[in-house]
């Protein structure tokens, strides 16, 4: 199949089964559940370092609790210490100078929680850099368990060439950016029986930006090949159903060069994430790292705290060729009397070309969805 270059750049199927069986219930220790969750990086590339603490919860009902309140401290193999502030809900940043984060040095992280624990991290080592060789993506086929089909998209792809280091452990992390718009300004509103005509329509809120963590694990080794090479390793795909083409997509991918230790966690990990349709390829366990509770050794903390040569690419997309877009219409008007008008007491999105009928608030909202109306700061003029 013909390999497809992205044209701005910046710096296989699993067939699901359907069958009348059980779901799987497997038993979860009740002592893995209100665990400390510790994530954190220290990246040569600089910039804002990032850890996020949280407490687990049953895979059952998974939600993010964060932990306000902890006093965060990157201890480096030179006796510096780096103070990380408060930023966000369960959110921790802090800087390094540049010329601390060559390779050879050495991290760990140390956390003081509200109860008073400390929980400390095994020192992690920055692995020598290689730049991203190349990324594309090809026009595929996935299958779709909702409407168990076929339904073509593109899948991207990584290169890399390790040819110049002897980094063998590569983790790779991908953010996505899309633009939107919403399916209609805000031309007419109704409240408290008055009817409000925005002349002209408003589209203060027509246009937004949406970004999004992927939480796939996408790592891989060179260790066993005869070569420091690796080619068309598969990362992120988008399916042409997805509104994510439509009007922009961005990817900024992150190549993290990592330890042999960091390597084997993520892989454990990868091992144990559960499988769509309630099946699991091995029974689910929460993953240890390199972080222990020194107050309380009995009390178990997962994640992993990790030092890393990173390089990032940015990649953007506005047109596939040989790929039909079929998104889904996200908006229906529903049409409405006078009548009905009359008796509702919640503000409602009208259109009124061609009848009466009542949007619903995503419509006319596009920060409905998720989005932001701030354009980011790296997206190109013309988009």
């Known amino acids: 199949m013909r390999r497809n270059r992205l044209l701005y750049l910046i710096l296989i199927p699993l067939i699901g089964f359907q069958a009348c069986i059980e779901e799987y219930q497997p038993e979860i220790d009740k002592d893995d559940i209100g665990l400390y969750v510790v994530e954190g990086k220290v990246l040569s590339t600089g910039g804002m370092q990032t850890v996020r603490i949280s407490i687990s919860t049953s895979v059952y009902n998974p939600s993010l609790l964060p932990v306000n309140g902890c006093s965060v401290n990157v201890v480096d193999d030179e006796g510096n210490n780096y103070i990380a502030g408060?930023?966000?809900?369960?959110v921790y940043q802090f800087q390094v100078p540049q010329m601390n984060l060559d390779p050879g040095c050495a991290f760990k992280l140390e956390i003081i929680t509200p109860e008073g624990e400390l929980i400390e991290s095994a020192w992690?080592?920055?692995?020598p850099n290689t730049e991203i060789d190349s990324v594309f993506y090809r026009i595929e086929e996935f299958y779709s368990e909702e409407e168990l089909t076929y339904i073509p998209g593109i899948q991207f792809y990584v290169d890399f060439?390790?040819?110049?280091t002897h980094s063998k452990y590569i983790k790779f992390e991908v953010e996505e950016t899309w633009k939107y718009e919403s399916a209609y300004p805000l031309r007419w509103t109704y409240y408290n029986r008055v009817l409000t005509t925005y002349d002209p329509p408003d589209y203060s809120k027509f246009t937004c930006w949406k970004t999004r963590f992927s939480p796939s694990i996408f790592t891989f080794s060179t260790m066993h090949l005869?070569?420091?090479?690796?080619?068309?390793?598969?990362?992120?795909?988008?399916?042409?159903?997805?509104?994510k083409l439509l009007k922009g997509y961005s990817l900024l991918f992150r190549q993290l060069v990592i330890s042999e230790d960091a390597f084997l966690y993520y892989e454990k990990i990868k091992d144990n994430i559960v499988e769509t349709g309630g099946l699991y390829e091995s029974q689910p366990q929460q993953i240890e790292g390199n972080l222990k509770?020194?107050?309380?050794?009995?009390?178990?903390?997962?994640?992993?705290?990790?030092?890393?040569g990173a390089s990032d690419k940015r990649v953007f997309i506005d047109e596939i060729e040989g790929l039909e877009l079929d998104p889904p219409d996200l908006c229906s008007p529903v049409p409405v009397?006078?009548?009905?008008?009359?008796?509702?007491?919640?503000p409602l999105y009208l259109w009124m070309e061609g009848g009466t009928s009542q949007l619903h608030e995503t419509c006319v909202d596009c920060t409905k969805r998720g989005g932001e109306t701030t354009k980011p700061t790296f997206w190109p003029d013309e988009n």
């Open 226 to 243: 005869d070569e420091n090479r690796y080619k068309d390793f598969p990362l992120h795909h988008v399916m042409n159903n997805s509104i």
């Open 293 to 308: 509770n020194l107050t309380n050794p009995e009390n178990r903390v997962l994640g992993y705290f990790l030092a890393a």
């Open 86 to 90: 408060n930023a966000d809900e369960g």
């Open 124 to 127: 992690d080592t920055i692995q």
């Open 161 to 164: 060439n390790g040819k110049d």
């Open 337 to 346: 009397s006078l009548g009905f008008l009359r008796y509702t007491v919640t």
